[in-house]
């Protein structure tokens, strides 16, 4: 045998090594129920740490909107929250934003009611700052501050083991099921429409989440009776 093509072999066995392991892993990795393969874990980022929360106090200085909605919605009220998931009792972090004007009134100005309600559901592996937010986590400028210039309530919900919410066994970016994830999400809204009743619901979906609405929109028409009033999705994680 050649010497020269043994150490050739060897040495292209040596490079695919590595990418068969992890395609390996890959493939293994929903019969063990780990989730989110330990290798992957470890390059997604799925907490909220450098998300500037702090801009709930500030004014939002380039509200959109129409014209109404530009005079009085200058500000916004940001709170958080928490509930326990649908299953498994976890923590989850809740987040909503209100126009300041659906608060406070004075005899100048007559704050108009909100216009609606916006749930927002974020994808998979991340949470409610890295798509609603800017790129680098600020809100002038994103699609929130979008929502609250035009006079809409906005809230959301981390998914379980993502952002700031509880997750089995803390790890993290893992879910047994979606059903867990869309049980959440059908909660949660209910939970939102019991605080501002006679509002029209929207949900606003991004990839995995665009999924979690679907569902949960279906779920809302054929178990609570209560169908959404609209859906926005963005890059849904389903085929169309």
Same mark, same amino acid.
């Given at each position: 045998?050649?010497?020269?093509? %043994?150490?050739?072999?060897?040495? &292209?066995?040596?490079?695919?090594? #590595?990418?068969? $392991?992890?395609? !390996?892993?890959?493939? /293994?990795?929903?019969?063990?129920r780990?989730?989110?393969?330990?290798?992957?874990?470890?390059?997604?980022?799925?907490?909220?740490?450098?998300?500037?929360?702090?801009?709930?106090?500030?004014?939002v200085?380039?509200?959109?909107?129409?014209?109404?909605?530009?005079?009085?919605?200058?500000?916004?009220?940001?709170?958080?929250?928490?509930?326990?998931?649908?299953?498994?009792?976890?923590?989850?972090?809740?987040?909503?934003?209100?126009p300041?004007s %659906?608060?406070?009134?004075?005899? &100048?100005?007559?704050?108009?009611? #909100?216009?609606? $309600?916006?749930? !927002?559901?974020?994808? /998979?592996?991340?949470?409610?700052?890295?798509?609603?937010?800017?790129?680098?986590?600020?809100?002038?400028?994103?699609?929130l501050?979008?929502?609250?210039?035009?006079?809409?309530?906005?809230?959301?919900?981390?998914?379980?083991?993502?952002?700031?919410?509880?997750?089995?066994?803390?790890?993290?970016?893992?879910?047994?099921?979606?059903?867990?994830?869309?049980?959440?999400?059908?909660?949660?809204?209910?939970?939102?429409?019991?605080?501002?009743?006679?509002?029209k619901?929207?949900?606003?979906?991004?990839?995995?989440?665009?999924?979690?609405?679907?569902l949960?929109?279906?779920?809302?028409?054929?178990?609570?009776?209560?169908?959404?009033?609209?859906?926005?999705?963005?890059?849904?994680?389903?085929?169309?």
């Amino acid at each position: 045998m050649d010497p020269y093509a %043994t150490l050739v072999a060897l040495f &292209k066995l040596a490079l695919a090594a #590595p990418f068969a $392991l992890i395609a !390996l892993l890959l493939c /293994l990795a929903p019969f063990l129920r780990w989730g989110v393969p330990p290798l992957l874990r470890a390059c997604r980022c799925c907490g909220q740490e450098g998300l500037d929360a702090r801009g709930g106090a500030k004014a939002v200085s380039r509200a959109r909107g129409d014209d109404e909605f530009h005079k009085l919605r200058h500000e916004f009220q940001w709170t958080q929250g928490a509930m326990l998931s649908a299953r498994g009792g976890y923590t989850l972090h809740t987040q909503m934003w209100m126009p300041a004007s %659906t608060t406070t009134t004075t005899a &100048k100005t007559k704050s108009p009611p #909100p216009r609606g $309600l916006v749930v !927002l559901f974020h994808g /998979l592996y991340s949470h409610v700052g890295e798509v609603f937010f800017t790129s680098d986590y600020k809100i002038e400028g994103s699609m929130l501050e979008r929502y609250l210039g035009m006079g809409f309530v906005v809230c959301a919900v981390d998914h379980q083991s993502m952002g700031q919410s509880e997750g089995w066994q803390g790890l993290r970016g893992h879910i047994w099921s979606i059903d867990d994830v869309v049980d959440d999400a059908v909660k949660f809204i209910g939970q939102m429409r019991a605080r501002f009743p006679g509002l029209k619901t929207f949900v606003h979906g991004h990839s995995f989440g665009g999924q979690v609405a679907l569902l949960s929109s279906v779920r809302c028409t054929e178990e609570a009776e209560q169908p959404l009033d609209g859906m926005i999705l963005t890059t849904p994680a389903c085929a169309m």
